[in-house]
């Protein structure tokens, strides 16, 4: 709901316009494994181990 333009100070308002809030990247990490960058605790794509098991089937391209 609107609220009157007097009622909202210029701290308040400027705050919400602020680019504190925007998203960052992630941040990326080496496979201990492959050596491929990759997000912190997730399965690697490329060999497919997390936490030094492996979790995913991943096929070869040769």
């Known amino acids: 709901m609107a609220v009157p333009k007097r009622r909202v100070s210029h701290a308040r308002r400027d705050k ?8 960052d990247a992630p941040t990326l990490v ?7 960058l990759m997000q912190a605790h997730v399965v690697c794509k490329s060999c497919g181990k ?12 040769a």
């Open 50 to 61: 997390y936490n030094g098991r492996q979790v995913l089937k991943v096929e070869e391209d």
């Open 30 to 36: 080496k496979c201990p494994n492959c050596g491929e």
């Open 16 to 23: 919400r316009r602020s680019n504190v809030w925007k998203m």
